[in-house]
């Protein structure tokens, strides 16, 4: 089930005709948005890189941006924005790896209407960035998996109906080739979920126990053994999910350093003025590539394009509140609410402040791979640098220190 890659005119007006269509019979400002987004989905607009039936058309992902501002422009909701990890990343692993067609629709769409929202369990309390060293068991018995183990930094768990979890199978295997993929069913018994409030109150993260949680050996992703393959797929998307949405021009987090500027003349010197001009020259750079890198998208898979994006977005959304944090003065220490916040979805937080948003953003350059994994990645798979030295690379996995 690969994606398509290809780009014409002719796809663009299909793309086009199509999306306007559907929005004309299901017209936003009135229908449910589970009612557009499913219209969407089955008229292959989901994912129109994705095959036909599937929520896509097989054509190039560069066009899904002509969606995407249709449906926004005419006041629909973007099924990434409320359903991001599903969209973003469960999406394209299920298409790439479910074991039938039939079982990838049954799963796909309700994803794409949002009403289904997934979580990804890959972070361990003893595996964080380095995912394949992760402990969880899962060990086979009949037609079903046996999981045992805890993991953490879980977004979104408390809402999710499925869970893309990663599990050892094979503990003398070497860590990336004892590792198998699962979908797991978040509300059946021996799921645990517990909040992680951040410093901000809210609590969009989790812990995740799960004490002998059974998974039907149908909802394996990939081969038994094959977890870390089927990983990098998830991961490298998400990577694209965290960095690689272009907004308006000088709309986002640099609209607000723009609003503060403007609001608090008195605060402004020139040392402040040079940072606010060059933090605008590096957004809307970031923006234009993104958009370029969307234009010209045609491959299912993405490549290291998302590590660059996801590395530039979370240092420049941190750079643009540390200005805003500058500009407030002794005003930037007015916060003290502690209360804890279940939100329903990533960084949503319409009354938020600005010091609140200071303070979510330091997350940005850990939550989906730390910037330290990014410049790994960009290291050795572009620039071609010696890689790091990896001594557990070929000892089996119950054989390496831990602790």
């Given at each position: 089930?690969?994606?398509?890659?290809?780009?014409?005119?002719?796809?663009?007006?299909?793309?086009?005709?199509?999306?306007?269509?559907?929005?004309?019979?299901?017209?936003?400002?009135?229908?449910?948005?589970?009612?557009?987004?499913?219209?969407?989905?089955?008229?292959?607009?989901?994912?129109?890189?994705?095959?036909?039936?599937?929520?896509?058309?097989?054509?190039?992902?560069?066009?899904?941006?002509?969606?995407?501002?249709?449906?926004?422009?005419?006041?629909?909701?973007?099924?990434?924005?409320?359903?991001?990890?599903?969209?973003?990343?469960?999406?394209?692993?299920?298409?790439?790896?479910?074991?039938?067609?039939?079982?990838?629709?049954?799963?796909?769409?309700?994803?794409?209407?949002?009403?289904?929202?997934?979580?990804?369990?890959?972070?361990?309390?003893?595996?964080?960035?380095?995912?394949?060293?992760?402990?969880?068991?899962?060990?086979?018995?009949?037609?079903?998996?046996?999981?045992?183990?805890?993991?953490?930094?879980?977004?979104?768990?408390?809402?999710?109906?499925?869970?893309?979890?990663?599990?050892?199978?094979?503990?003398?295997?070497?860590?990336?080739?004892?590792?198998?993929?699962?979908?797991?069913?978040?509300?059946?018994?021996?799921?645990?979920?517990?909040?992680?409030?951040?410093?901000?109150?809210?609590?969009?993260?989790?812990?995740?126990?799960?004490?002998?949680?059974?998974?039907?050996?149908?909802?394996?992703?990939?081969?038994?053994?094959?977890?870390?393959?089927?990983?990098?797929?998830?991961?490298?998307?998400?990577?694209?999910?965290?960095?690689?949405?272009?907004?308006?021009?000088?709309?986002?987090?640099?609209?607000?350093?723009?609003?503060?500027?403007?609001?608090?003349?008195?605060?402004?010197?020139?040392?402040?003025?040079?940072?606010?001009?060059?933090?605008?020259?590096?957004?809307?750079?970031?923006?234009?590539?993104?958009?370029?890198?969307?234009?010209?998208?045609?491959?299912?898979?993405?490549?290291?394009?998302?590590?660059?994006?996801?590395?530039?977005?979370?240092?420049?959304?941190?750079?643009?509140?540390?200005?805003?944090?500058?500009?407030?003065?002794?005003?930037?220490?007015?916060?003290?609410?502690?209360?804890?916040?279940?939100?329903?979805?990533?960084?949503?937080?319409p009354g938020a402040t600005l010091q609140q948003r200071f303070l979510r953003s330091r997350a940005n350059t850990i939550e989906g791979g730390t910037s330290e994994v990014m410049r790994n990645i960009l290291g050795e798979r572009v620039l071609g640098l010696p890689g790091d030295m990896r001594a557990d690379s070929d000892r089996p996995w119950r054989e390496v220190p831990r602790g």
């Amino acid at each position: 089930m690969s994606p398509g890659t290809s780009t014409t005119t002719s796809d663009a007006l299909r793309v086009e005709e199509a999306a306007r269509k559907v929005v004309a019979e299901h017209d936003p400002r009135s229908v449910p948005s589970e009612e557009l987004l499913g219209a969407l989905f089955d008229a292959g607009l989901a994912w129109v890189s994705f095959p036909e039936g599937l929520g896509g058309l097989g054509l190039s992902r560069g066009l899904q941006s002509i969606v995407d501002g249709i449906v926004v422009d005419a006041g629909g909701p973007r099924g990434f924005a409320l359903n991001p990890i599903g969209y973003g990343m469960g999406a394209p692993t299920v298409v790439e790896y479910a074991q039938s067609t039939e079982q990838a629709r049954d799963w796909l769409r309700p994803l794409a209407t949002c009403e289904d929202i997934w979580c990804q369990l890959f972070s361990e309390p003893g595996a964080g960035s380095d995912v394949a060293g992760l402990a969880t068991t899962a060990v086979r018995d009949g037609d079903e998996w046996v999981l045992n183990g805890q993991k953490v930094w879980t977004t979104l768990a408390h809402v999710s109906r499925w869970g893309m979890v990663v599990a050892r199978t094979d503990p003398d295997q070497p860590k990336h080739r004892g590792l198998t993929y699962f979908v797991l069913d978040m509300h059946q018994p021996g799921v645990d979920v517990r909040p992680l409030r951040q410093m901000t109150g809210q609590a969009e993260f989790n812990e995740v126990y799960l004490n002998d949680a059974r998974i039907p050996d149908a909802n394996r992703l990939g081969e038994v053994g094959a977890g870390w393959k089927v990983a990098i797929t998830t991961l490298m998307n998400e990577r694209t999910a965290i960095g690689g949405v272009a907004g308006k021009r000088g709309t986002g987090p640099i609209a607000e350093a723009l609003g503060l500027w403007s609001a608090m003349p008195e605060r402004r010197t020139p040392v402040l003025r040079d940072r606010l001009s060059a933090l605008w020259t590096k957004t809307e750079a970031h923006r234009l590539t993104l958009a370029r890198a969307r234009r010209t998208a045609t491959k299912g898979q993405p490549g290291p394009e998302g590590s660059v994006s996801k590395l530039v977005a979370a240092e420049l959304n941190q750079d643009v509140y540390e200005f805003c944090m500058d500009l407030l003065g002794p005003e930037a220490l007015l916060y003290d609410d502690y209360t804890l916040r279940r939100a329903d979805r990533i960084g949503h937080d319409p009354g938020a402040t600005l010091q609140q948003r200071f303070l979510r953003s330091r997350a940005n350059t850990i939550e989906g791979g730390t910037s330290e994994v990014m410049r790994n990645i960009l290291g050795e798979r572009v620039l071609g640098l010696p890689g790091d030295m990896r001594a557990d690379s070929d000892r089996p996995w119950r054989e390496v220190p831990r602790g």
